[in-house]
């Protein structure tokens, strides 16, 4: 039985290849469907840019929403120095043809949880988490129906990758990030502690290159455009996949280690609004809180994603 999820997204190429790596494993993992949130790119491009991602999947079916155009309580900041100005900077691919639904991204988060039976969706977030903490406001009888949230966000010994203490998805929205890791939901973080360990090095991106097909020259495309911001700013060795480290936890959990602990979001420091102030010492006695990945076994996930990817 294939576990049901929503992918809550701000494409993003690293949320492109988290999406496809999704759809390209229909026996593990329904995709209920796609919401969009403003992050890296304003929203008028991230819920366009989900669109071309599903039918680069060949998968228009899926129900792509757009949702939040802003965080809670602070301006948008967005992030073309990465993602270039499309968010989808590296392949030259088409315009979407599916349409966008008429429903907003969070009535659809709030239906599907009320419709479908408690605790069994998973949300599976990859941008700020606006889209989230915007439906647990509006109907807080969905929270205890969640069966657990998957997201990339928030980073420990890593740090800051936007500002010298926060993480992008975090730092962008903080209030939504504070009632999301507050909710009680169990919650699975895949920090850049784990994703920087993602590196798709010159040999992986052949690999890709290599499965010969739309997605898999795509998908290297992407990457090669993607890496540059990482490469000049860390000296890596290739772009990190952070966001397909959340697709790949629910294919193979095994993938990656890490610690339940309790992680806090700062939202009124000067210097560290959007820090994740995580106990991994388990010093302050507080109460766990998210299972908080540290190490990934980066050969196996990156052999299950490329498996995965040629079959698209
Ligand atoms: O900090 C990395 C995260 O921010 C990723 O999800 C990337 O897509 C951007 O949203
Ligand atoms: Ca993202």
């Known amino acids: 039985m294939p576990r049901k ?26 995709v209920l469907g796609i919401t969009a949130v403003a992050g890296n790119v304003p929203l008028a491009l ?23 155009e802003r965080p809670l309580k602070r301006a948008l900041v967005t992030a073309e120095h990465v993602h270039g100005k499309t968010g989808l900077d590296g392949p030259v691919l088409p315009d979407p043809t599916m349409p966008l639904q008429d429903t907003h991204a969070v009535e659809f988060l709030i239906r599907t949880l009320r419709r479908e039976p408690a605790g069994s969706v998973t949300l599976c977030p990859l941008g700020p988490l606006t889209n989230i903490a915007t439906a647990m406001m509006a109907a807080p009888e969905i929270v205890p129906r969640i069966a657990q949230i998957v997201l990339m966000g928030g980073a420990y010994f890593e740090v800051g990758n936007i ?3 926060a993480e992008f998805n975090i730092h962008v929205d903080p209030e939504a990030a504070e009632i999301v890791f507050g909710s009680g939901v169990p919650l699975t973080v895949m920090p850049l502690d784990v994703t920087h360990k993602a590196l798709v090095t010159p040999a992986r991106n052949a690999a890709f290159r290599g499965l010969g097909t739309r997605v898999g020259v795509a998908v290297a495309e992407m990457t090669d ?63 766990p809180n998210a299972m908080f990945m ?17 079959r698209l």
């Open 225 to 287: 455009f993607f890496e540059r911001f990482d490469k000049a700013k860390y000296g890596s060795d290739g772009a990190p996949l952070h966001d397909p480290c959340v697709t790949a936890y629910l294919l193979k959990p095994e993938l990656f280690t890490g610690r339940h602990i309790n992680v806090e979001i700062e939202t009124e420091g000067r210097f560290t609004a959007g820090m994740t102030v995580a106990d991994w010492w388990g010093v302050t006695g507080k109460a």
């Open 46 to 68: 991230t819920q366009k840019n989900a669109r071309i991602v599903c039918e680069l999947a060949g998968r228009a079916d899926v129900p792509v929403f757009s949702g939040c």
């Open 5 to 30: 999820i929503i992918i809550d997204t701000d494409p993003g190429q690293d949320d492109a290849v988290a999406i496809l790596l999704a759809l390209a494993s229909p026996d593990e993992i329904e």
């Open 294 to 310: 540290g190490d990934l076994d980066a050969d196996g996930f990156f052999v299950l994603l490329t498996e995965r990817l040629g």
């Open 163 to 165: 500002t010298p203490a």
